[in-house]
């Protein structure tokens, strides 16, 4: 019997978090048919709204990328078509990414891809990344060059924090400064890459994956008068709390990828020059996980000074 490779229902991935693994391959062959079938009407009903909210990017990126309509994908295949265009791979995961890892697989351009995918009857919302938000959603965006510039950037990010908190000598000060900061990063990364909307000659676009795999939140996002939608601008976002459990009531809109990038340069010199070391208090709270991932790259690096 084929016991496949749903969301928290797969022993293939428990065996590989117990034994340490966090990068994996995937193991096609466990995928069940309803596995697949849940990719089958994932796919199939998603198409046709993105065909008219997804801004064009994406929808050439999925064009090129050639993802099955009627199985769940294999990242080889997806691979073949992805890294000539950016030099960007989707790189399995057994689960959750420490932050400073998540971000330093961005500057090599690897993109940490869940393999689970969620059951048949949790189509519509699942707390946790599937291999579908990660395919369907992400990666057809890392087709294209400035966006994917725009990752490598983030990951670049990720070290600079390193560099400035590596020099508090304090624990508790650098502790405290580096919450800020990954505060920071993390209310952007969730308003631009997870939740953006970019206008386009044909209107308002959707280019958040969160958004660009959810059935009701792509509507939503754009149809909907009860969201605020506002140009970005990036002392609102990093100090902009959100929550994660329900449809977004205010968004960010961006004119191109290329002013994304430069949004992106203006982070990283506001974190040179001190302006993220106290943004506004709220969500999302940061993982201990996360702030370790950092803190250990840190002590690293001080010891090899």
Not at 196 to 210: A, C, D, F, H, I
Not at 215 to 240: A, D
């Amino acid at each position: 019997m084929n016991i496949g490779l749903t969301t928290t229902k797969a022993p293939f991935i428990e065996e590989a978090r117990g034994a340490g693994q966090l990068f994996i391959t995937q193991p096609y062959a466990l995928y069940s048919e309803e596995n697949h079938e849940a990719w089958r009407q994932l796919y199939g009903r998603m198409l046709p709204l993105w065909q008219r909210y997804a801004n064009p990017h994406f929808l050439k990126g999925l064009q090129c990328l050639c993802l099955p309509p009627d199985r769940v994908p294999k990242l080889e295949e997806v691979n073949r078509f992805l890294e000539p265009l950016t030099g960007f791979r989707a790189k399995a995961v057994s689960g959750y990414v420490p932050a400073f890892l998540f971000f330093d697989c961005l500057r090599n351009r690897e993109f940490p891809t869940t393999i689970t995918v969620r059951s048949l009857e949790n189509l519509d919302y699942l707390p946790e990344p599937d291999i579908f938000h990660d395919i369907a959603g992400h990666v057809p965006m890392h087709t294209d060059p400035a966006f994917a510039e725009t990752l490598v950037r983030l990951g670049d990010c990720a070290h600079t924090a390193v560099e400035m908190v590596a020099g508090i000598s304090e624990p508790k000060e650098q502790l405290r400064r580096l919450t800020s900061i990954l505060k920071a990063f993390a209310r952007f990364f969730w308003f631009t890459i997870e939740f953006g909307l970019m206008n386009t000659p044909e209107g308002l676009k959707v280019y958040g994956s969160g958004l660009l795999s959810s059935y009701g939140e792509i509507v939503h996002s754009i149809e909907s008068p009860e969201v605020q939608r506002y140009p970005l601008q990036i002392e609102w976002v990093i100090n902009q709390a959100f929550e994660i459990d329900h449809y977004q009531p205010l968004l960010f809109v961006v004119e191109s990828f290329d002013q994304l990038y430069q949004l992106v340069d203006t982070l990283e010199r506001w974190m040179r020059e001190g302006r993220l070391n106290n943004v506004a208090p709220g969500e999302p709270t940061m993982r201990e996980r996360d702030l370790q991932s950092f803190l250990h790259v840190v002590s690293e690096e001080v010891h090899d000074a």
